[in-house]
């Protein structure tokens, strides 16, 4: 990937398709999708469950490979790189959140916090220091050595965004980030990416089926049948 090239976009998807065969049947998950999104943008995504935005957040991840159409990341094909080279892309210039907050229960906070760091070879110093920065901003420093089951559930979301905003990436998926909280820790959690945003540059597509939340994000797209409506 040439990073000396400067590209309009940060992500695309050009005439992104996903279909799946199921029981001999052909399933169109998502269909002709064309997205844009520019440095520092904040994208939302709403749609019923199994409208494709998974999908689309996997394929946007190189978690997945289209059946037609690319995803450009900083104008590079990702279907043409190799799997340690998207591996690479996922351990330092995408974040990754899910749902299910996906923590390991042995680990403290900060050690959550810190593996992605570990994996992607930081040394011990400046571990420590991206560590406790990504904690910060979450504002969950006071809590680094409780386990998940020690922390709320809007705790344990905040956790596991500062796992997936501890390298710095330049662009942040979220699926659901909210779909298991409150609407006060959910409308926090979208304020903690509008602000993440606004401050570093991060562009940051999150999915959510609450439409209250919608307000809080640069631009919203509604997918409904695998079709960006």
């Given at each position: 990937?040439?990073k000396?090239?400067?590209v309009p976009?940060?992500?695309?998807?050009?005439?992104l398709?996903?279909?799946?065969e199921?029981?001999?049947?052909?399933?169109?998950?998502?269909?002709?999708?064309?997205?844009?999104?520019?440095?520092g943008?904040f994208?939302?995504?709403?749609g019923?469950?199994?409208?494709?935005?998974?999908?689309?957040?996997?394929?946007?991840a190189?978690?997945d490979?289209p059946t037609?159409?690319?995803?450009?990341?900083?104008?590079?094909?990702m279907?043409k790189l190799?799997e340690?080279?998207?591996?690479?892309?996922?351990?330092?210039k995408?974040?990754?959140?899910f749902?299910?907050?996906?923590?390991?229960?042995?680990?403290s906070?900060y050690?959550?916090?810190?593996l992605?760091?570990?994996i992607a070879?930081?040394?011990?110093?400046?571990?420590e220091?991206?560590t406790?920065?990504?904690?910060d901003?979450?504002?969950?420093?006071?809590?680094?050595?409780?386990?998940?089951?020690?922390l709320?559930?809007g705790e344990?979301q905040r956790?596991?965004?500062?796992?997936?905003?501890?390298?710095?990436?330049?662009?942040?998926?979220?699926d659901?980030?909210?779909?298991?909280?409150?609407?006060?820790?959910?409308?926090?959690?979208?304020?903690?990416?509008?602000?993440m945003?606004?401050?570093?540059?991060?562009s940051?597509l999150?999915t959510?089926?609450?439409?209250?939340?919608?307000?809080l994000s640069?631009?919203v797209?509604?997918?409904s049948?695998?079709k960006?409506?």
């Amino acid at each position: 990937m040439n990073k000396n090239i400067s590209v309009p976009y940060i992500i695309q998807a050009l005439d992104l398709s996903r279909n799946y065969e199921l029981r001999g049947e052909t399933i169109n998950a998502l269909s002709g999708i064309d997205l844009s999104v520019s440095t520092g943008e904040f994208v939302t995504f709403v749609g019923r469950s199994g409208s494709g935005k998974t999908t689309l957040l996997n394929l946007l991840a190189g978690l997945d490979l289209p059946t037609r159409g690319q995803v450009l990341f900083n104008g590079s094909d990702m279907a043409k790189l190799s799997e340690e080279e998207k591996l690479e892309l996922r351990r330092k210039k995408i974040g990754i959140i899910f749902q299910s907050f996906s923590l390991l229960p042995l680990l403290s906070a900060y050690e959550n916090v810190e593996l992605p760091l570990r994996i992607a070879g930081v040394n011990a110093h400046n571990r420590e220091q991206m560590t406790m920065e990504a904690m910060d901003i979450v504002q969950l420093s006071h809590r680094s050595k409780h386990r998940p089951y020690e922390l709320s559930g809007g705790e344990q979301q905040r956790i596991a965004i500062a796992r997936a905003i501890a390298t710095k990436p330049d662009v942040i998926l979220a699926d659901e980030p909210t779909g298991e909280l409150d609407s006060t820790n959910a409308e926090n959690i979208f304020g903690l990416f509008k602000l993440m945003v606004e401050r570093d540059g991060m562009s940051i597509l999150a999915t959510t089926h609450d439409r209250a939340l919608l307000d809080l994000s640069h631009k919203v797209y509604q997918i409904s049948n695998g079709k960006l409506v």
